[in-house]
């Protein structure tokens, strides 16, 4: 089985911060990747698909990298509508990562 | 407009047969490339998938719940049907449905959710 591994679990930032999640796959997914957003009490959100590809009506400030086993989500001016837990996943095996929570420094 | 809804009981005693109901609106399952897939998430925990069924009625499965789950689709209602049997404390978690446009997403990427409905599993 494929496993997918997040860093860091928590950051920390601030309003206007460069925020960096990254995933790892235990072998290569090509880019058979998915980022979600989740708040607390609501259903998750995808942001992105196929490690880059921005989902419709997501701001464009979200963006993904990243192929084979090592993936990327950036935010590159962070807002305060987006400190959430992000979750990436992996397709063929639909495996989510352990999650990384954005929150207020 | 594409929505999910899931329905079932709050409420399950150990060893009972938890059966999960998620009815759809604005898509079908009959369309190519659609599919509706079951995901939990346990109390203050990480998103776990469950299951997946596609309009071809393909059938996918979490290997380590494969030998507790069924999954079903009634095109005709609109809705996707999930049993998971000999359910424990640890089942405890919400429950989630969501649509999955493999023709668009080239796999497995769920852009529809339903709200969730917190299932407990408690005698």
């Known amino acids: 089985d494929i496993q997918m591994t997040q860093s860091p679990s928590t950051l920390s930032a601030s309003v206007g911060d460069r925020v960096t999640i990254t995933c790892r796959a235990s072998?290569?997914?090509?880019?058979?990747l998915a980022w979600y957003q989740q708040k607390p009490g609501k259903a998750p959100k995808l942001l992105i698909y196929k490690a880059s590809s921005l989902e419709s009506g997501v701001p464009s400030r979200f963006s993904g990298s990243g192929s084979g086993t090592e993936f990327t989500l950036t935010i590159s001016s962070l807002q305060p509508d987006d400190f959430a837990t992000y979750y990436c996943q992996q397709y063929n095996s639909v495996t989510f990562g352990p999650g990384t929570k954005v929150d207020i420094k | 407009q594409i929505t999910l809804k899931e329905s079932g009981p709050t409420l399950v005693k150990p060893t009972q047969t938890l059966t999960l109901t998620c009815t759809f609106s604005?898509?079908?399952?009959?369309?190519?490339?659609?599919?509706v897939g079951w995901i939990r998430q346990p109390p203050g925990k990480a998103l776990e998938w469950l299951a997946l069924?596609?309009?071809?009625?393909?059938?996918r499965y979490s290997p380590s719940l494969k030998s507790r789950l069924t999954i079903t689709k009634d095109t005709s209602k609109n809705q996707v049907v999930l049993t998971m049997t000999n359910m424990d404390p640890v089942d405890t978690a919400t429950y989630y449905c969501?649509?999955?446009?493999?023709?668009?997403?080239?796999?497995?990427?769920?852009?529809?959710w339903g709200q969730g409905t917190l299932v407990t599993v408690s005698s």
């Open positions: 969501a649509h999955d446009d493999y023709g668009d997403y080239e796999g497995e990427a769920f852009d529809y």
């Open positions: 069924i596609y309009w071809n009625d393909d059938k």
């Open positions: 604005g898509f079908s399952l009959s369309t190519s490339g659609v599919g």
């Open positions: 072998q290569s997914i090509s880019s058979w």
